[in-house]
């Protein structure tokens, strides 16, 4: 999972082809949560470019992107949104899993 810095940095990523956005933090216990089994879901879904934003770093994006909570998943396909996963539920491993799969690219 690539990390993003800048607000240029992220916004370039996702202007070309399907990528999904993690929004998070270290501090945050659900983010921490999910790192564990996240490198086996970026396996299984190859057509996605995986993209780490830290909420704390990148806070004006989230703002403008209307990210509230984390962990947040944003999937995007040449730049606009096609997705999201957010909720104030501790994500597991499968439900990160079934909404990519729904995602439409």
């Known amino acids: 999972m690539k990390e993003m810095h800048s607000r240029e ?13 993690l929004f998070s933090a270290d ?16 396996s299984k879904f190859t057509q996605f470019e995986f993209l780490y934003a830290d909420r704390d770093k990148l806070i004006e994006v989230c703002q403008e992107l209307d990210i509230f909570g984390i962990p947040s998943f944003v999937a995007f396909k040449d730049g606009k949104e096609i997705g999201r996963y957010v909720n104030k539920d501790r ?13 439409s690219i």
Request: glycine share 2%; with cysteine; aromatic share 12%.
């Open 9 to 21: 940095e992220l916004f370039a990523a996702i202007d070309k082809g399907a990528s999904i956005v």
């Open 91 to 103: 994500k597991t491993q499968e439900q990160i899993e079934q909404f990519i799969s729904e995602l």
């Open 27 to 42: 501090w945050c216990p659900d983010c921490v949560f999910i790192k564990p089994f996240m490198p086996e879901v970026e």
